[in-house]
């Protein structure tokens, strides 16, 4: 009878308000057990609350922290390749061991390789709201060209999630693009091959692959 009990006394059907049918005994135990169960959550409870208004002010000041982190650039470091530059300096391409790179100063977009020293192409002032083909390094510049291999590279027009360069022979070279940190606007470039045939035009689409721009080549004198 007494192990009955026990196991009467710790069912889950106890936690509400025991039964009229229940001998009075058990009713009288099963509300002391409820009350105390009760007593303890609400314990429990205030515990969690006192704890969070303490804890309250520093964990906001954390997540705020963590927040503003994540909103503001971090602190850049002078490149001393390139001292005047604002942004950072990203590779844009990698051919026979020397790098292409880019960056901007202030307003500026500049291009340079590692294998020519003191040899910089700097374009601007840039208007990130400009449409189309705003600025493009084309090929032969000393710039974006590695021992006579050939890039493009340009600023990516507003909206386009995709550029193609479109040669006069009929082949197209997809564009890559790249983007650091501060630039104005992400830059594509584009390794090409125009030994024979040259670049006609530039071409960018939007994310579902609809034309919003198309910048033209001159032809070479």
């Not at 500049?110 to 020293?117: E, G, H, I, M, S």
């Not at 709201?129 to 032969?140: E, K, L, M, N």
Request: charged share 25%; hydrophobic share 40%.
């Amino acid at each position: 009878m007494e192990d009955d009990l026990r196991v009467l006394l710790r069912s889950p059907a106890l936690t509400l308000e025991p039964p009229t049918t229940l001998p009075d005994v058990v009713r009288r135990k099963a509300r002391r057990r409820r009350m105390r169960a009760r007593a303890g959550g609400a314990v429990g409870f205030l515990a969690v609350v006192a704890i969070g208004l303490l804890a309250g002010p520093g964990l906001k000041d954390s997540i705020d922290g963590l927040r503003s982190d994540r909103s503001q650039p971090a602190e850049l470091k002078p490149d001393p390749r390139f001292p005047t530059a604002t942004t950072e300096v990203v590779t844009l391409q990698r051919i026979n061991g020397a790098e292409v790179l880019t960056w901007f100063e202030g307003a500026d977009w500049c291009t340079a390789t590692t294998r020519v020293k003191h040899q910089k192409t700097c374009l601007g002032p840039i208007n990130p709201a400009h449409q189309g083909f705003s600025r493009i390094v084309p090929s032969g510049s000393a710039s974006v060209t590695v021992d006579n291999e050939h890039m493009v590279a340009g600023l990516v027009p507003p909206g386009a999630s995709s550029v193609v360069v479109h040669m006069k022979d009929g082949r197209e070279y997809d564009a890559q693009f790249a983007d650091g940190a501060r630039f104005l606007v992400p830059v594509w470039s584009s390794r090409i091959d125009d030994s024979t045939f040259p670049v006609e035009y530039y071409a960018a689409f939007d994310s579902v692959g609809r034309e919003i721009a198309r910048q033209p080549v001159a032809s070479r004198s």
